[in-house]
């Protein structure tokens, strides 16, 4: 089976850096998505580890442990429109299915 | 490219009746999923469709369904619905190549139960 925790919200101020924190548990280990969801919205991919370390997007990095189980999502200079949702999810072994955690609610305040 | 469009994008239904979602990929990619998204238990598989075969099942009763027509646009089906199916439906098509796990969701579909 799959387990995957994630901290329910997390509040942070506009132009400050956030990590958003996700582990898991899982029978076969086939990569790790991060996704931004913003309320009443479809979620939208931010990005997908497969290996160790980090991977950095502009202002969004994502980090991979696979032997602590452990990944985190990097937002730095936030911004307002940053308030959303984000998911960490890993595939099955197929491919054909994401176990989501529960995601995390990111409030940004001025 | 277009996304992935879903329809109806809102329904309310009453408690017994049945509903059908349906749901149209991009353009190429033949697997689609199907995904239920409440509060309480945020988003759960439901079941998952590649060349109009249902390859993967989540853990949900017999009353959701779903099929995947030949142009891969899917349907999903909720029968004698409940208080507790309304959510928000996602359906996420993906081109399912063989290193490519990666799910582009639709708006989504929000029913209300009444």
């Known amino acids: 089976g799959q387990n995957i925790d994630q901290p329910t919200e997390m509040t942070a101020t506009e132009g400050a850096i956030v990590q958003i924190n996700c582990t898991y548990q899982t029978s076969g280990f086939n990569g790790l998505f991060w996704y931004q969801q913003h309320a009443g919205e479809a979620p939208t991919f931010l990005s997908y580890?497969?290996?160790?370390g980090l991977e950095e997007k502009g202002r969004f990095s994502s980090f991979l442990s696979r032997s602590k189980g452990y990944s985190y999502l990097l937002l730095k200079e936030l911004q307002m429109k940053d308030s959303a949702s984000y998911l960490c999810a890993v595939p099955n072994n197929a491919g054909n299915m994401l176990t989501f955690g529960g995601g995390t609610r990111l409030m940004v305040k001025p | 490219k277009a996304g992935v469009t879903q329809t109806p994008r809102y329904l309310i239904k009453t408690r017994g009746q049945q509903v059908t979602l349906s749901c149209s990929p991009i353009?190429?990619?033949?697997?689609v999923s199907w995904y239920q998204q409440t509060p309480g238990q945020g988003l759960q598989f439901l079941f998952e469709y590649f060349s109009e075969t249902q390859r993967n099942k989540g853990n949900f009763p017999g009353r959701f369904s779903g099929r995947q027509f030949s142009n891969s646009r899917s349907e999903m089906n909720v029968s004698t619905l409940e208080l507790g199916d309304s959510a928000l439906y996602l359906c996420a098509s993906s081109p399912r190549t063989s290193v490519n796990y990666e799910q582009y969701f639709g708006p989504g579909t929000r029913l209300t139960v009444t």
């Open positions: 580890n497969v290996l160790d």
């Open positions: 353009s190429g990619h033949r697997s």
